[in-house]
């Protein structure tokens, strides 16, 4: 039997990269159904979030200074981190909700996934170089699509979070299982040692410093925004709808801005390989914060205006995710793009840590609307960024 092809082998990457990261956001979809079980402070809330961060900057910065995705074979390394991310995720089932033990969970399986995300973009971009920016656009979408499923397990599950809990493990352990059939591409490149001072590459090169600096203020909106843009919508809707409608409806618009990125995040990839990805990178940033701007304007407001801006921002807020990264692709040495890659997420999500643990205690002190205001800011840093690496064209 031949190997798969580029076609099929990008098909099951994407299927695998979206069952696997389906984990991700796992605690914001059951945290409604944990606290009608058990009382929790507002930080352990924010750490069932946060945790999942925080490990996956430790993986990805051990990963990235050991060359993992570079000195091994990509494939070996998603799979088992995949599947040891689902066995960990199903310990939140012994656990009592918002313990310590939760939040390593939450912890170990955010390091796990270092080795699926980052891992699964330098399989991709292996396989081509003039629609890079697709490629790694159809792969950021499909990690958008899985951080979308655990709201759409949620409200399948009826009502029972353990329900959405042990779905995620079998999707993710399915992802783990099946991404060994991919095959990799004719641009795949394999450092023949271990080089500590790639990290330094980051630095010195200057087009790469620049797509980093977008990328970290893409960062300090987005995963604020997708971990609690379902509380913050419920508190929106509560003002027009009774208590039970309005976190229906807001699962139900977490789901959909979320999964509207994955579509963008594909169409905006293929944009990119004809009009550039820095361009697109701009374009995307200058909507999604205009979104946080009006969201916050329109708080509490008619839900069909808080649900069409909030689609909108998700939509926009995800497609220059990947143009980063393929950034990074491009202006790296072959054998250094996965590490290179590595360390740019592990950078942009140590400052979600920060953004996803504070943003609820922000909220109780000024309220959502000034709260999402400032998640603004990052998008300004990012347009800036992108314009002084356009000026160097």
Known sequence: MSAPGKGLSLAVLLVAECFAMSLWFVSAAILPGMLAESAMSPFRQAALSSGVQAGFVAGALVSAVLGVPDRFDPRRVLGSAAILAGAVNLTLLVSVPGSGAAILARFLTGALLAGVYPVGMKIAVGWGQRDRGFLVGALVGSLILGSALPHIFALTGTGDWRFTVTLASAAAVAGGLISQIVSLGPHHAQAVRFDPRVVLTAWTNRRVRLAYAGYLGHMWEL?????????????????????????????????????????????????????????????????????????ALTFGGPVWITFAIVLLWGASISPDSAQFSALVADNAPPDQAGSLMTLQTALGFALTFVTVQVTPMFAAWWGWPAVLAVLALGPAFGIVAMMRLKAMD
């Open 223 to 295: 995963y604020s925004m997708w971990a609690w843009v379902a509380v913050a919508s419920a508190v929106s809707y509560r003002a027009s709808l009774a208590e039970n409608d309005a976190v229906r409806l807001a699962s139900i618009t977490a789901f959909c801005a979320i999964a509207s990125g994955a579509v963008m995040s594909v169409l905006a990839g293929k944009s990119a390989d004809r009009i550039g990805k820095a361009d697109v990178a701009l374009y995307a940033m200058a909507v999604s914060g205009t979104c946080a701007v009006l969201t």
